[in-house]
């Protein structure tokens, strides 16, 4: 039986956090046996915020690396950069005329951005959801492992599916959010404010690239209160935070204790941060010094790209072929 297409990217704009790894990367170690993956560093999607390209090579390097490092086998997905495959361009040309202005300007993510940077309102950044489409779309997949700040995007990519496929014949799958059966997540920052971020709130944000000081640091920084006064009280945001990062990475009998602590009235913060620190330690440092061993191997990451680029450009061609094909394109 064919694996079914699994499709993704993560934007060099930054050090990988662990949004990115349990949002996406977590998913993406998981899916290389069953499915027939492509992941890729969306170094094109970068432009659209950071058109200093100084770091650019750094960062695509480091991405690669940290994937690498987090479980991706080069040799069971097909990683690669989106720039090295110009198919890409191709067929978010012929989706851009699907898509509508009205629609690109309520995306969420583009509203975001425009209030971010306001001298910088570009016509990539307005077809943002449309480049991302043709990336997806160009393998024809059908799952796209995201976290939940994706999901508006992948809801734009399964209309402008729709409407190629209604407009000139069948090609293209609806590409679904993909989490294993699970609702899409969001991890939180630590100050209590917002989801952790690549390049906002830098000390809010764990870094699979942190050392252990900086690790215990931050962490030990989360924003918390005097505990609760009264026994089984209604918990703050900011508290459920540390709980949901707990259970990412600590022992379900320690995520526990804590929260009969906090139902006791009995919770010390300062002790469940520790906890929490430690495992966070435990959680990153492996990932770190792979990243590190990976990323001084340039030669290597190079192999790694250019295959990549090979076994992504074959299936990209056929999907091209056939979208000319289908548009009328075929002249010869
Ligand atoms: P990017 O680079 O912002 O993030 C990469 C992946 O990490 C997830 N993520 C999070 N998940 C949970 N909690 C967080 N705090 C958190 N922060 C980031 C994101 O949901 C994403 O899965 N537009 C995409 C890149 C992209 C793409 C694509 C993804 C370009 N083309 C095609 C899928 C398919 C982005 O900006 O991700």
Same mark, same amino acid.
């Given at each position: 039986?064919?694996?079914?297409?699994?499709?993704?990217? $993560?934007?060099?704009?930054?050090?990988?956090?662990?949004?990115?790894?349990?949002?996406?990367?977590?998913?993406?170690?998981?899916?290389?046996?069953?499915?027939?993956?492509?992941?890729?560093?969306?170094?094109?999607?970068?432009?659209?915020?950071?058109?200093?390209?100084?770091?650019?090579?750094?960062?695509?390097?480091? =991405?690669?690396?940290?994937?690498?490092?987090?479980?991706?086998?080069?040799?069971?997905?097909?990683?690669?950069?989106?720039?090295?495959?110009?198919?890409?361009?191709?067929?978010?040309?012929?989706?851009?005329?699907? =898509?509508?202005?009205?629609?690109?300007?309520?995306?969420?993510?583009?509203?975001?951005?425009?209030?971010?940077?306001?001298?910088?309102?570009?016509?990539?950044?307005?077809?943002?959801?449309?480049?991302?489409?043709?990336? $997806? &779309?160009?393998?024809?997949?059908?799952?796209?492992?995201?976290?939940?700040?994706?999901?508006?995007?992948?809801?734009?990519? +399964?209309?402008?599916?729709?409407?190629?496929?209604?407009?000139?014949?069948?090609?293209?799958?609806?590409?679904?959010?993909?989490?294993?059966?699970?609702?899409?997540?969001?991890?939180?920052?630590?100050?209590? =404010?917002?989801?952790?971020?690549?390049?906002?709130?830098?000390?809010?944000?764990?870094?699979?690239?942190?050392?252990?000081?900086? $690790?215990?640091?931050?962490?030990?920084?989360?924003?918390?209160?005097?505990?609760?006064?009264?026994?089984?009280?209604?918990?703050?945001?900011?508290?459920?935070?540390?709980?949901?990062?707990?259970?990412?990475?600590?022992?379900?009998?320690?995520?526990?204790?804590?929260?009969?602590?906090?139902?006791?009235?009995?919770?010390?913060?300062?002790?469940?941060?520790?906890?929490?620190?430690?495992?966070?330690?435990?959680?990153?440092?492996?990932?770190?010094?792979?990243?590190?061993?990976? +990323?001084?191997?340039?030669?290597? &990451?190079?192999?790694?790209?250019?295959?990549?680029?090979?076994?992504? +450009?074959?299936?990209?061609?056929?999907?091209?072929?056939?979208?000319?094909?289908? $548009?009328?394109?075929?002249?010869?």
């Amino acid at each position: 039986m064919q694996k079914e297409i699994v499709v993704s990217g $993560i934007r060099p704009t930054g050090n990988l956090h662990l949004g990115n790894y349990f949002g996406a990367m977590r998913n993406y170690v998981r899916m290389q046996e069953e499915y027939n993956c492509y992941f890729f560093v969306a170094d094109w999607h970068s432009l659209t915020t950071h058109p200093d390209t100084k770091e650019l090579r750094n960062s695509v390097l480091d =991405a690669l690396a940290e994937n690498i490092a987090a479980g991706l086998d080069p040799e069971k997905v097909c990683l690669y950069l989106q720039s090295s495959i110009p198919e890409i361009a191709e067929l978010y040309l012929y989706l851009n005329m699907m =898509a509508y202005k009205g629609e690109l300007e309520k995306t969420a993510t583009f509203k975001d951005k425009v209030r971010l940077q306001p001298d910088n309102a570009n016509a990539g950044l307005l077809t943002y959801p449309v480049l991302m489409t043709a990336d $997806i &779309l160009i393998h024809r997949a059908l799952y796209v492992p995201v976290g939940k700040d994706q999901e508006q995007h992948l809801e734009m990519a +399964r209309n402008f599916a729709q409407r190629f496929n209604h407009r000139y014949g069948e090609l293209f799958p609806e590409p679904q959010a993909f989490n294993f059966g699970a609702a899409l997540i969001k991890v939180p920052s630590l100050d209590g =404010a917002g989801k952790m971020s690549k390049s906002e709130n830098q000390l809010a944000t764990l870094y699979l690239a942190d050392d252990d000081e900086l $690790i215990r640091k931050k962490v030990m920084k989360a924003k918390t209160d005097a505990g609760p006064t009264e026994t089984n009280s209604e918990m703050p945001g900011y508290i459920q935070n540390i709980f949901q990062l707990m259970s990412l990475v600590s022992e379900d009998s320690t995520v526990q204790k804590f929260r009969d602590d906090f139902n006791a009235a009995s919770i010390r913060y300062g002790d469940m941060k520790k906890a929490l620190a430690e495992d966070m330690v435990k959680f990153i440092t492996p990932i770190r010094e792979k990243a590190q061993a990976i +990323r001084s191997d340039e030669a290597y &990451l190079q192999k790694v790209i250019k295959y990549g680029a090979e076994k992504a +450009r074959e299936s990209a061609r056929k999907t091209i072929e056939q979208t000319r094909e289908l $548009i009328g394109l075929n002249y010869f």
